[in-house]
């Protein structure tokens, strides 16, 4: 072990060398890679300059294997730096930085190869990320698994201006409520954002903010160099003058220099003897050295902030910061965007003694000996145990989930059905579930779950309403073995902890298969953090329900159109709308391997389902019904030879399609009625079997395709569905049949469902008067009546 300071000397040598690789790999993108048009660096270098030290602090001493880290998004070429200093970052994908599968612009799970933790790109996501990370450690260390491995540090490097976003509060609070632990918070307190320098005095709220959440706050406000001066004679003067100083003429000076900092400094303490020589004693450099010798900056002061922990306690270090330290910009509030001349950066070169053509080696320009530098970073804890991603054994999947059937039934009834069978069985798979919901438990069916399952909180907590025996549907115990995690309305937190939970095979070894109720149309409101859950490849199922304007009374804002839409759009997420509960149950199991499948394979699971109560089916699930609720379409009534019309449905609006059926068959012949369970699995693998052909690889035909197949070709296809019409209107392209595609377009509106289907016209009449404007022949005879 080297001692202390030889310890800091060679942390801090690898510091700079890291605020240089990175430098260095934007100004190779901007100026040196051939052909960089279009692929120019933004907001990247002076963001990145401001967490140089800290990042090495972390990554080269303080953390361990099992930690897990958040990176601020534009501080990637830091930590990809940092992993090319490890040996785990190739030389040929910094040149390619933001290029094709060069390094990636901001830190990627699923896109960079140098072991990120957590993507971030969407500021605040990756912040809460680590918060809910934690209480899924918990909840799987609580559960008897993980048993060997240590307790890991979920920690975020936060950017002043990202903590501006909602979701970081919102994620506060659910920590606090679930006693959070094992999570650090560095603010990287550079005051300032991507447009303006920050309000003054912000960390005086946030330090009261995170203590009234029971967490340490640590402020690393002043480096070694400032705390040294602050002992001399007037060095108490110095540090008031610091300390009022305004953010905006603070970073003002750091970007005018030493001689700029020695006149105000002047002007406004005056002579006043000690504190005047002080001042003078030092050169403009020494002046600028110790004026922004913050303590983000410092990495004494930074090791030292983060070995005091000696908790579990969560903690949030406000690290004091210059954005673009060292470099020319620095301070500058227009540096967001700032680029290094090539000039400036030949300056720079030369004053880090690093030879034109060597500037990707590790150590060149340190006074370090090589080999000190080699066997220190050999040496770091952090990747004492080679390989921090891990992996779980897929949990086996019955091939059908199994429910009590009742001749009428709603798709969300089915769900909670097929949920309290598996919560009544004993099956590895029922132990692996993990459900939650943000306040909506109940109203989305997962009663029955829970009661039988429990609630997990880390202390058993029973359910008072019990044990003072009043009586109640619902029994609601908390213990460290329950298997539903009760949240806050916040539909943010939703996804992030499905995030979380989706990745535990990864970061805890263990499998979990989340699953996540919500009201479809608050889909939207989450749907950012959703999009982030599936771009890190988390996997989860969720049930959003109920949906549509099928909800009828509710109305308003309970409504939703463009989930569908979202649902066929969202990357990583299989969606499908099921009309009857064996369809779901089905689709279910499907989802439960589909989760566990490998990267690239498999995904997560999206089920928009409805509280209307319709008719079941009474039939066999055969291999060829099974095969087509999976691929996402099967003939409900398959249409003859002649075919005139089809009619393609999704979801609740079943009964509409099966009615006008029967009403047109009297005067259309042969007409078809194809039940549509997954408009986006059907599109998707049309789309996957078009590009196929293109690039000339077989010619394989998609299963809507084959199911269209034997279309006459002037048939019509009436489309309809509780949603956007969009969702089902391309049928239409892929055999060129005229469709009229009825759908929802506008909300907001209460009645009851019959109302509500008139007025949108997606009921049985309109789906009739849809068949007949496609097809040739009198009109249909038969209405339906109104009721
Ligand atoms: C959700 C979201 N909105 C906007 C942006 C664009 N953006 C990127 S960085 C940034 C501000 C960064 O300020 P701060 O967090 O203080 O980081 P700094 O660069 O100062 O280190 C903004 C607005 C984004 N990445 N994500
Ligand atoms: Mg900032």
């Known amino acids: 072990m080297a001692t202390e300071p030889a310890r800091l000397e060679l942390l801090s040598a690898l510091a700079r060398k890291v605020l240089w690789l990175s430098s260095w790999t934007i100004h190779h993108a901007n100026h040196i890679r051939p052909n960089a048009d279009g692929l120019k660096v933004g907001g990247h270098q002076a963001s990145s300059a401001s967490l140089a030290t800290i990042m090495s602090a972390l990554y080269f001493s303080v953390l361990r294997p099992q930690d897990r880290v958040a990176v601020k998004p534009h501080a990637s070429p830091v930590f990809h730096a940092i992993q090319y200093l490890f040996g785990h970052q190739s030389r040929e994908k910094l040149e390619n930085f933001r290029g094709f599968k060069g390094a990636q612009s901001y830190p990627s799970r699923t896109k960079d190869t140098d072991d990120v933790d957590f993507s971030t790109g969407s500021v605040g996501l990756g912040v809460a990320q680590t918060l809910f990370s934690s209480l899924v450690q918990d909840y799987v260390k609580a559960h008897g698994w993980m048993k060997d491995r240590p307790e890991g540090r979920m920690i975020a490097l936060v950017g002043d201006a990202e903590m501006d976003e909602g979701n970081i509060f919102e994620a506060l609070l659910e920590g606090w409520k679930h006693g959070l632990r094992?999570?650090?918070?560095?603010?990287?307190?550079?005051?300032?954002?991507?447009?303006?320098?920050?309000?003054?005095?912000?960390?005086?709220?946030?330090?009261?903010?995170?203590r009234n959440f029971g967490w340490d706050v640590v402020i690393v406000k002043y480096g070694r160099l400032m705390r040294a001066a602050f002992a001399e004679p007037g060095g108490e003067a110095l540090k008031r003058w610091i300390d009022a100083c305004p953010n905006a003429m603070y970073a003002a000076l750091c970007f005018q220099g030493g001689a700029a900092f020695r006149k105000h400094l002047r002007d406004e303490i005056g002579d006043q003897g000690a504190v005047s020589q002080l001042i003078e004693r030092r050169s403009d450099d020494e002046l600028l050295a110790l004026m922004s010798n913050l303590g983000g900056h410092d990495m004494a002061s930074m090791i030292e902030a983060f070995e005091s922990i000696d908790h579990d306690r969560p903690v949030?270090?406000?690290?004091?910061?210059?954005?673009?330290?060292?470099?020319?910009?620095?301070?500058?509030?227009?540096?967001?965007?700032?680029?290094?001349?090539?000039?400036?950066?030949?300056?720079?070169?030369?004053?880090?003694?690093?030879?034109?053509?060597?500037?990707?080696?590790?150590?060149?320009?340190?006074?370090?000996?090589?080999?000190?530098?080699?066997?220190?970073l050999a040496d770091a804890p952090f990747n004492r145990d080679g390989r921090r991603r891990l992996t779980a054994e897929a949990i086996d999947v019955p091939q059908q989930l199994s429910f009590k059937p009742s001749p009428q039934m709603s798709t969300q009834q089915g769900f909670g059905l097929v949920l309290n069978e598996l919560a009544r069985g004993d099956t590895e798979l029922a132990a692996r579930v993990v459900t939650a919901s943000p306040d909506v438990t109940v109203s989305t069916n997962l009663g029955a779950w829970v009661n039988r399952r429990g609630l997990f909180a880390r202390a058993e907590k029973a359910d008072l309403f019990r044990s003072e025996k009043i009586p109640s549907t619902f029994n609601w115990d908390f213990s460290p073995k329950g298997q539903h995690i009760e949240l806050g309305i916040a539909e943010m937190n939703l996804f992030i902890l499905m995030s979380a939970l989706g990745l535990s095979h990864a970061i805890n070894g263990e499998r979990l298969l989340p699953i996540a109720t919500l009201y479809d149309p608050f889909i939207e409101r989450g749907l950012d953090a959703l999009n982030y859950a599936c771009y890190q490849d988390a996997r989860f199922m969720v049930a959003a329900t109920p949906s549509g304007i099928t909800l009828a009374p509710e109305g308003g804002a309970h409504q939703s159109i463009a989930t569908p839409l979202i649902g066929m759009a969202q990357d990583g997420l299989a969606s499908f709308e099921p009309a009857f509960v064996d369809e779901l149950a089905i689709i279910m199991g499907w989802g439960f391997q589909h989760m566990q499948r490998e990267a690239g394979k498999g995904g997560s699971v999206y089920l928009r389902l409805s509280t209307r109560t319709i008719d079941q089916p009474q039939r066999m699930m055969t291999p060829a019904l099974q095969k087509g609720i999976t691929d996402g379409a099967y003939w409900l009534r398959e249409p003859g030879e002649n075919c005139e019309a089809v009619i393609a449905y999704t979801g609740a609006v079943a009964p509409e399609a099966i009615e006008a059926i029967g009403l047109i068959g009297e005067s259309r012949r042969d007409i078809g009625l194809l039940a549509i369970t997954s408009a986006d699995r059907l599109h998707s693998g049309w789309t996957a079997a078009r590009r196929m052909r293109r690039h000339r690889r077989g010619l394989p035909l998609s299963h809507i395709e084959k199911l269209l197949a034997p279309l006459p070709r002037d048939c019509g296809i009436v489309t309809v569905i509780d949603g956007h019409p969009a969702a089902l209107g391309w049928l239409g392209s892929v055999r060129g049949h005229r469709v009229e595609a009825l759908g929802v377009e506008h909300f907001g509106q209460t009645g009851t469902i019959d109302d509500l289907y008139r007025h949108h016209g997606i009921d049985a009449n309109a789906i009739i008067d849809a068949a007949e404007s496609l097809t040739a022949g009198a009109p249909v005879r038969h209405r339906k009546m109104a009721v």
């Open 316 to 376: 949030c270090f406000i690290a004091y910061t210059i954005k673009g330290i060292g470099l020319p910009f620095q301070g500058h509030k227009d540096n967001h965007a700032g680029l290094m001349t090539v000039t400036q950066m030949e300056k720079w070169r030369t004053a880090q003694n690093i030879r034109p053509g060597h500037e990707w080696e590790k150590f060149e320009g340190l006074s370090q000996e090589p080999a000190a530098l080699e066997a220190f």
């Open 182 to 210: 094992n999570t650090w918070w560095v603010v990287d307190y550079n005051r300032q954002s991507l447009d303006a320098v920050v309000r003054e005095g912000l960390w005086e709220k946030f330090e009261s903010m995170f």
